[in-house]
């Protein structure tokens, strides 16, 4: 018998766990255990939002995974960052709140995820937010634990940058998560007073006084425990045997949610003879669909100090800039640094935009240079619908071994055209009237490089991904999906997964917010509740209407 035991047992801490967690210790008669591979949200990095680079860049609260070597990105390993703390990936994350392009979610349905249309899903992404600067409507929700706002006092590069794209004429964009998510504009981030937020800490932490949920740290998951094909609990590194009575819900993210399922028996059959796992249930698709949006920067460094960083010219600055937030938890720090963002269609003809324009009013930060040195500006096109495909696999049956990263990028020739188109705008924007007097000089990829495959020997040698994987368990109803629209995982019983894994395909954009989303209906589905009503949009949404 396991020394604990729990109808209940969510694994892993994350934004959707958190988010899980939380809402079943709602019900007073059931018990919920919480378990996370990591530790408590304690490290100061985690917190202050501008330190979202030191954050990611921090061992002790990232598991730093890396990919296979990858033939699309000049035979490089790609860094696969994932949060091992509360918290999850929401505490290393840029904290952007964006949901996806409403349309992403009509695609999930027409995928075989059935219930989680657009309108479907709406009220679950309403039900959490606290808009801070939008009003209520069918789009936005207030009184919701999770806390969405503006940056306040934005650098004045993004205001430039702006300009710049409307003198492209491409359109303007006020609200992202509205009708439509194409165009420029100021973008809104998960910030409640001067620190970032997480469902972690606007959802668990007010939860952890419930009697009946339990958050237990530093508990890896090593394989699920199973009777027959009936799930019955887990096994914990460290020998520990946790029960459920009643459901185990994976939410360890699209990388470890496949790899526990692989090393406990649920699989593609030949894989899991190969590294010596015993077969519970041949699923071949476990593992799979792996994809995540690759990016490449245009950077500029220049001599004018009007971006973020750090140089003597700007120290003054910089020094009232720690003053306001220690005294108020205002200024720069308080800020997520991406202030702004724009959804573009690189080809007038596409249905909906193909690329992100990250814009960072400063020089590109890295996990090596936290802090930047010296003053610059970037807009790093993200790829937001690749049509690469791989898959993770395990290394061992012992999952405190890293798994087989294989995600394929730009393996598809087609997914490497946007982003050269993208590059291509990226430079004419920095070539208009607004940014002539920063007088700023491309470093990268560089003047040198100009033609079509100049460019594209370039994103592959300088590319990297964003750090949103998923579609490794994904919904579906065919032989290679993994979880029902219920997000119970086939040929077993009382096990779901809920986390990103089980995106059909990943939103046009930042995933967390969809992750949350996930979590949230999970819980509702996991008590039996009805489901929201779907929303009633407006006519000019772009999303079906029915």
Not at 53 to 72: C, D, L, S
Not at 86 to 98: D, R
Not at 112 to 141: C, I, K, M, Q
Not at 438 to 451: F, L, M, N
Request: with cysteine; proline share 8%.
């Amino acid at each position: 018998m396991p020394v604990l035991e729990f109808d209940y047992v969510v694994v892993g801490a994350g934004s959707a766990g958190a988010a899980l967690a939380a809402r079943l210790s709602e019900r007073e008669d059931v018990t919920v255990a919480l378990l996370e591979a990591g530790g408590n949200d304690t490290h100061p990095f985690i917190h202050v939002p501008s330190g979202v680079a030191a954050a990611i860049g921090t061992k002790a609260i990232n598991w730093r995974f890396e990919t296979v070597p990858q033939p699309g990105m000049a035979g490089r390993r790609i860094p696969v960052p994932r949060g091992k703390v509360v918290g999850g990936s929401g505490q290393i994350n840029g904290m952007v709140y964006f949901r996806g392009h409403p349309t992403d979610f009509d695609e999930w349905a027409d995928m075989g995820a059935t219930g989680w249309s657009y309108r479907e899903v709406l009220p679950y992404f309403t039900r959490t937010e606290n808009n801070e600067d939008l009003p209520e409507s069918v789009f936005h929700g207030k009184g919701g634990p999770i806390n969405v706002k503006y940056v306040r006092n934005p650098n004045q590069l993004n205001y430039d940058y702006m300009d710049a794209l409307a003198s492209l004429q491409f359109p303007r964009r006020d609200d992202f998560n509205g009708v439509d998510s194409e165009g420029y504009g100021f973008r809104q981030g998960l910030i409640r007073d001067g620190f970032r937020e997480s469902t972690a800490r606007s959802m668990l932490h007010p939860a952890e006084s419930r009697r009946n949920l339990t958050v237990l740290t530093q508990a890896q998951v090593a394989r699920i425990l199973f009777e027959g094909k009936r799930t019955m609990g887990v096994l914990l590194t460290d020998g520990r045997e946790v029960g459920a009575r009643r459901e185990v819900i994976l939410c360890a993210g699209a990388v470890q949610s496949p790899q526990i399922l692989l090393a406990s028996g649920v699989g593609p059959a030949a894989h899991l003879k190969e590294v010596g796992v015993e077969l519970v249930h041949d699923l071949p698709g476990v593992g799979g669909n792996y994809h995540d949006h690759v990016a490449c920067p245009v950077h500029m460094e220049t001599d004018d100090f009007t971006s973020y960083g750090v140089s003597w010219k700007a120290l003054p600055r910089g020094a009232w800039n720690v003053l306001q937030y220690l005294w108020n938890r205002t200024g720069p720090f308080a800020g997520n640094v991406f202030e702004s963002v724009a959804f573009l269609k690189t080809d007038p003809s596409l249905s909906k935009p193909d690329v992100q324009f990250v814009f960072q009013p400063a020089k590109r930060l890295t996990t090596k240079i936290p802090l930047p040195i010296g003053h610059g500006y970037a807009i790093s096109p993200v790829g937001l619908y690749p049509k690469s495909r791989g898959t993770l696999r395990l290394a061992s049956a012992d999952v405190r071994e890293a798994p087989l990263i294989d995600p394929q990028l730009l393996s598809v020739e087609e997914d490497i055209e946007p982003l050269v188109r993208a590059l291509k705008i990226a430079r004419r924007a920095f070539a208009a009237p607004s940014f002539e007097k920063y007088r700023g000089v491309e470093v990268a990829p560089g003047p040198d490089v100009q033609s079509d495959e100049e460019i594209k020997a370039f994103i592959r040698s300088a590319g990297y991904t964003v750090h949103h994987p998923g579609g490794t368990c994904r919904i579906g109803v065919d032989k290679d999906a993994v979880v029902d629209p219920d997000l119970k995982v086939h040929g077993v019983e009382g096990l779901r997964v809920a986390d990103a894994a089980v995106m059909p395909k990943m939103v046009g954009g930042n995933s967390n917010a969809a992750c949350v989303m996930i979590g949230e209906r999970a819980a509702d589905k996991i008590l039996g509740k009805p489901d929201l009503p779907p929303a009633v949009l407006p006519p000019e949404s772009v999303a079906r209407k029915s």
